[in-house]
């Protein structure tokens, strides 16, 4: 006789089990629509790889798992993808979240499907990939995706393999009509199951002793097999995955640790039959056994349920009288969680809809002061603190919460179900979990945008160190070069002088050629004649321009400079922030323009002196020349329309700033809200416009100083 454990704590609440358990399995049928859950699973969502307007077969894929810990989904029955879109899915906060939404066409098409007639002759990670792409996942409640539990670890053998046939929830009995009804295909669910774990010492199936049909069922089923049915006393919650654990081997699982650990691994009934129908048929997870039960119903049932049938549809099938009902609940009464929609649909972790009336579930009364009776920690199947806990709770300690191991919690209930002050206990130890899970995800966003941000400092910093140290290569290059053409410079000077001299020769032996005064122009080549031209204009004191048109000329030739010198300046500076190898040559042409408009503006300034001495001092205004006027105007306007240029040079350069800056400042928006990898680039370059805008601003305000002093 093989020795049972017992677990600490542990309740024993009415059963009502036998209210579903007058019929057989019935098929629940087709539903006109089908909503089905992109995430019904721990883990990943999976993702859409169908379209609106898509056909779709029975058993064809419509998700597939995005991750590791993933699941696929498939279609439960033929028809139209008429959406994929947010819906309401079974989750205690009634949350929405990304759905395919199947219209049925009653035919039910299946995919062209097969299964495998051996698979004793496949190799462990062929059938892990077989349950993987059919989307099993955990059906007992968890929904972990079965091959990532079963492929295991090679520095963690398992020497016993568990299957979960307790059951403890009161009122489901979807685990128990299939033990009755279908136990073959639960021993050949094991025997593969056998076959992948390869457990060295043992396989059992836990049941409680109130399903005595199912465990005859089993017995038959796995008589000549190493299965060994092991039946145990009824507590609740002994179906939890630690509790059964605990019950049939002694063992207990380690606090934050996983069955694996101590060479277990543990799998629901239903899960085995899932893991039959794909390996031995090819069939995907595309439906469940559901309990539908309550007083509330006329005909509570066991279904055959597609996923993705609504909750209505199978109230309908069941003689549902809302009247009666005090609240719907997804799940059994302990660990169950309100429905306020009935349009939720069933998933691959939905074991029960009850419908009790308000006789059988009654509103919890108000609760009160705690008593420190001790009875939630006699209760706690855990041996946890429920009490100390809950006032860790109330005062938001997270950090005493964590050290008191709220995460060990299973939410079984039983604590809120001994509390004779009717404190919701379970509901307080969810919403302190999820509120350390949040504050979990901050702290790594936060950790991750410090690591970024160092990243690109120390990015941003090697840039600069890379651009100083081309600068100055560049500098040295540059006198270098400096240094050579000076060395040059008294060779160029001879050579310069000598084409001097050439000229002045060539221009003196031109002079004495000229043609006399009596020549006539009649008889001088078109040359001669334009050399007699011009000395005849500048014998006669003729100009080949007036006072006003060299003015203009001058200034245009001044103007025409400065923006050849602003472009050229304009190219430096670019050349020296991307460390372009052309920096001296721009250096140079920038010395080269600065010098021609030095030079211009002497000329000018020499122009207009001239001027301004030949006219007669300090004339009344009235009596001023034409042409003086003009000159001074044009002056006047030079000087204003320099500090003028200047000043706007520099608003303008600040304006096109800011304007850039708010465009980046908008995309960098946009790419952090869709999670672009181009984030940490648009953060560098909206750094460098800043810093552009910085250095403008203080050019514009040295340059307003400059202009006041």
């Known amino acids: 006789m093989r020795q049972i ?30 909503i089905l859950p992109l995430s019904q699973h721990i883990g990943a969502p999976a993702a859409p790889v169908v379209n609106v307007g898509d056909r779709v077969l029975k058993g064809q894929l419509i998700a597939e798992a995005k991750g590791f810990v993933s699941a696929p989904v498939h279609a439960p029955s033929s028809g139209t993808v008429v959406a994929i879109e947010p819906r309401i899915i079974p989750h205690p906060s009634g949350m929405t979240a990304p759905c395919v939404i199947i219209e049925t066409d009653n035919k039910d098409e299946w995919i062209a499907h097969k299964g495998l007639s051996d698979y004793t002759g496949e190799t462990k990670e062929t059938l892990l990939d077989i349950i993987r792409n ?10 972990f ?21 307790t059951e403890c929830e009161p009122y489901i009995t979807a685990d128990d009509i299939l033990m009755r009804e279908r136990a073959e295909q639960i021993i050949a669910g094991v025997k593969i199951l056998q076959y992948i774990v390869q457990p060295s010492e043992q396989t059992l199936i836990g049941v409680e002793d109130n399903k005595p049909e199912g465990i005859a069922a089993l017995q038959a089923a796995a008589a000549g097999s190493n299965i060994e049915i092991v039946v145990f006393p009824t507590k609740y919650p002994s179906g939890g995955e630690k509790q059964l654990i605990q019950i049939l081997t002694g063992r207990e699982v380690p606090s934050g640790g996983l069955p694996a650990d101590i ?37 509570p049932r066991n279904y055959e349920t597609l996923l993705g049938t609504p909750v209505q549809y199978l109230l309908d099938k069941s003689g549902f009288d809302s009247s009666r009902c005090s609240r719907l609940v997804m799940g059994g009464p302990m ?175 031109e002079g004495g050629n000229a043609p006399t005064e009596n020549a006539s122009p009649e008889n001088l080549d078109p040359a001669q004649a334009a050399i007699a031209r011009a000395q005849a204009k500048r014998a006669g004191g003729e100009v080949d321009e007036t006072s006003e048109q060299k003015t203009e000329r001058l200034e245009k030739q001044v103007a025409s400079t400065e923006k050849r010198l602003t ?43 001239s001027l301004k001495s030949a006219a007669p001092a300090e004339p009344p205004q009235a009596e001023l020349d034409p042409a003086q006027a003009a000159i001074a105007r044009a002056m006047a306007a030079r000087e204003a329309q320099a500090n003028l ?29 869709q999670g672009a990898e181009t984030v940490g680039v648009l953060e560098d370059s909206l750094a460098k416009l800043q810093d552009k805008l910085a250095d403008a601003r203080q050019q514009l305000e040295n340059h307003n100083l400059e202009s006041q002093s």
């Open 335 to 509: 660990m169950g969680y309100t429905l306020e929609d009935t349009a939720t649909p069933i998933v691959k972790t939905s074991n029960c809809v009850l419908a009790p009336t308000r006789d059988e579930l009654p509103a919890p009364p108000p609760a009160q002061a705690c008593i420190r009776c001790g009875m939630c920690a006699e209760a706690c199947p855990v041996s946890l603190l429920p009490q100390q806990m809950y006032w860790f709770s109330r005062a938001q300690e997270h950090d005493k919460l964590e050290e008191h191991n709220l995460f060990d919690c299973i939410e079984c209930g039983a604590c809120s179900y001994a509390c004779p002050s009717n404190i919701p206990l379970v509901q307080y130890y969810r919403a302190s979990k999820a509120e350390i899970r949040q504050a979990q995800q901050d702290k790594a966003k936060a950790d991750r945008s410090k690591v970024r941000f160092e990243a690109r400092k120390e990015r941003i910093e090697q840039e600069e160190a890379e651009k100083e140290a081309k600068r100055k290569a560049r500098l040295e290059a540059a006198k270098a070069k400096q240094a050579s053409a000076a060395a040059g410079d008294s060779k160029a000077d001879a050579i310069q002088a000598a084409i001097e001299r050439s000229k002045a020769k060539k221009a003196a032996q």
């Open 263 to 299: 060479g277990i691994v543990c799998q629901n009934i239903g899960t085995a039959v899932a893991i039959h129908r794909a390996i031995e048929f090819g069939e995907p997870l595309i439906s469940r056994i559901t309990t539908v039960t309550g007083n509330a119903c006329q005909q």
């Open 5 to 34: 454990w017992d677990i600490h704590g542990g309740i024993h609440p009415p059963e009502n089990k036998h209210q579903s358990l007058g019929e057989k399995i019935q098929t629940a049928g087709i539903p006109s629509q089908l």
């Open 134 to 143: 059919a989307g099993i996942a955990g059906m007992g409640g968890a929904g």
């Open 567 to 609: 472009a050229a300046q304009q190219k430096l500076t670019l050349a020296q922030e991307q460390g372009d190898d052309k920096v001296a040559a721009f250096a140079t042409a920038v010395e080269k323009t600065q010098a021609k408009l030095d030079s211009s503006r002497q000329e000018l300034e020499a122009h207009l002196a």
């Open 645 to 673: 240029s200047e000043t706007d040079k520099l608003q303008q350069n600040v304006s096109s700033l800011e304007t850039r800056i708010a465009k980046a400042e908008q995309k960098l928006a946009q790419a952090k809200e």
């Open 145 to 165: 995706p079965s091959a990532v539990k079963l492929a295991g670890h090679p520095s963690k053998p398992i020497d016993t393999l568990i299957i979960n046939g």
